[in-house]
């Protein structure tokens, strides 16, 4: 910390820094700074801290030229959610905490870098580009973002952008096309887009997660450029986080449902505006299968199942599943029921104006609710806040479903089985008319009943439906290489590799890994996964590990100079 602190005038502060010592592998060690002078409030002073951290910081993925899609230069990104910005830079790293940054960037030519914040200016020399960046609204830790590499922008609307590298930019661009139609359709229901661009980075396979909301720059994972657009409802999701998540933030990750339950509301509301309210509910229904499997293997009484589960010290990330996003939807849809879809916009709308660029808690949803709502006491009282949000299971109320396009792909499933791979379903071929979701929701339907999957029905659905098992589709790939290992059908497990191998997606990584060690193939997976552990994000990794029985080998942690303006 350099001894020059001072505030606006320009009067020298005093200040001393106390080591209070490591607060484990979890949180870190604390740098506290005290003043040594008393300091009015609303007084603002510069503190300028230089320091530097391990070159492999679990927030940073630095990824070598044959990790990218042209094989020639290095490729750098961020992942800092929930408290990985730590090992980034000294920052408060807490949900409740926003504010804005400035940055200087120095990448080698011909790199480029994009952060969460706006580009103000450009220099360069003969061998680096110098790009400065300001972030004017303020934010929380883990919306800081960076990527750099050999990048490219191409607009695809007034506001909008996507950003990859060279070699995919026409097809992301082509899948991305309406992205300005998606902020659109957002902003017809919750009111203006406040950041100015939307901008999208089409990641590098390795990336961890389906899409990351950092504003102004989204990462999004390459499993959602499909090829018919059909993976778009995660940049749905990542868009409506603009206002649930960015604008008004979770103050603490125990309320990580403010972002997450209130965003898929966002996400789901806008799918019923841009494709109706069939493809909306066959999207209900596959998002609360997701749900109870994940509660089953939490257990339904487990405090990880509640929409304000208790951390006690604990990883924010252990808690990590469905139930804030699903649980936290049917929550604010159960509210929406009670005061009719009007009225439930209109608190949308309320609420996003009161907490706008601060950080919000469940207390203050709810008092919020409760005062809006005040000439509705009939309405109120019908609301049992504390089961709804603090009690552990299911939604005590589950939002409608019932659209023939589930029955559709269901009956479909049950009818391979009950033919047993004798013959094909007569119409088998419907399955090709599906879109997405009715297509994971068949796959889904197989693998809960799996078994009941014998390898004749798997040889008769791999002949039926060969295009679409061999396409580049993961939400489908991965229930279906599933189903394969339940059976061990042994010409497969080489497609499997491959997938393990060029696609990052915890999502997909994962419940394939804990198939094959729940198949008796942990030391097969174990080889797959030491083959490409280095291509895997940290996190991953960490989840990977865990599923294997794989002791952790080390803290995975950059080095840096910030400034912090507070007030």
């Given amino acids: 910390v350099h001894g020059d ?31 040594n002078q008393k300091v009015k409030r609303g007084t603002v002073f510069s503190l300028t801290v230089s320091y530097a951290t391990f070159p492999t910081s679990d927030g940073l993925m630095w990824m070598g030229p044959s990790q990218t899609a042209g094989k020639q230069y290095p490729y750098l990104y961020s992942h800092c959610e929930p408290i990985s910005c730590r090992s980034i830079a000294p920052l408060q790293d807490t949900p409740s905490i926003k504010s804005t940054y400035t940055a200087r960037v120095k990448v080698p030519k011909p790199l480029k870098a994009f952060l969460s914040g706006n580009l103000t200016s450009v220099e360069s020399d003969d061998t680096h580009n110098i790009l400065y960046f300001q972030s004017q609204i303020p934010i929380p830790s883990y919306l800081l973002a960076i990527v750099a590499g050999n990048l490219v922008e191409g607009s695809t609307g007034p506001r909008t952008s996507v950003i990859s590298e060279p070699e995919t930019i026409e097809d992301n661009m082509k899948e991305l096309s309406l992205l300005e139609s998606y902020v659109e359709a957002i902003e017809s229901y919750i009111g203006p887009y406040v950041w100015g661009f939307y901008k999208i980075v089409i990641m590098p ?41 960015n604008l008004v933030t979770c103050s603490f990750w125990e309320n990580f449902w403010i972002n997450e339950g209130l965003d898929v509301f966002l996400e789901r509301t806008a799918g019923r505006i841009l494709h109706g309210e069939d493809y909306a509910r066959v999207d209900i229904y596959v998002g609360y299968q997701t749900l109870i499997d994940d509660m089953k293997n939490f257990g339904f009484d487990s405090n990880f199942t509640s929409l304000t589960p208790i951390l006690k010290g604990r990883h924010p990330y252990d808690p990590f599943s469905s139930v804030p996003y699903e649980k936290g939807f049917h929550f604010a849809k159960y509210l929406e029921s009670l005061v009719g879809e009007a009225d439930m916009q209109n608190y949308m709308r309320h609420y996003i104006s009161s907490f706008s660029f601060k950080s919000a808690s469940t207390e203050d949803f709810v008092n919020l609710f409760l005062e809006f709502f005040a000439h509705k006491k009939d309405v109120l009282e019908q609301i049992n806040w504390e089961l709804w949000l603090k009690g552990p299971g299911l939604p005590p109320r ?110 997909f990584l994962k419940p394939i890994y ?16 030491r083959q490409y552990q280095d291509f895997y994000n940290p996190m991953a990794v960490k989840e990977i590990k865990k599923i294997l029985g794989i002791q952790d080998d080390a803290i995975m942690m950059s080095s840096g100079e910030i400034t912090l303006n507070n007030s």
């Fill in 205 to 245: 396979p390795s990336f961890p997660t389906g899409g990351m909301e950092n504003p102004l720059l989204t990462f999004g994972s390459p499993t959602i450029i499909v090829g018919d657009k059909s993976g778009t409802n995660v940049v749905v999701h990542e868009i409506s986080h603009s206002w649930t998540g």
């Fill in 5 to 35: 602190v001072r505030d606006y005038k320009n009067l020298e502060l005093g200040f001393a820094i106390i080591d209070e010592g490591n607060l484990g592998k979890i949180l870190g060690k604390k740098l506290r700074i005290y003043l």
């Fill in 398 to 507: 589950v939002a409608d479903y019932s659209t023939h396009l589930v029955d559709q792909a269901l009956n479909l499933a049950d009818e391979y089985i009950k033919l047993g791979g004798d013959a094909s379903p007569m119409n088998y071929k419907e399955f090709f008319d599906y879109f997405t979701n009715q297509k994971i929701l068949f796959m889904n339907s197989l693998l809960n009943k799996v078994s009941s999957i014998t390898p004749a029905i798997v040889q008769r659905l791999s002949d039926d439906y060969s295009d679409v098992l061999n396409g580049g589709n993961a939400e489908i790939l991965a229930p279906w290489y599933r189903i394969c290992i339940s059976i061990d059908r042994q010409d497969v497990y080489p497609k499997i590799e491959v997938f393990l191998g060029k696609v990052g997606r915890m999502k």
């Fill in 514 to 529: 804990a198939a094959l060690v729940s198949k008796g193939k942990r030391d097969y997976a174990i080889s797959i996964f």
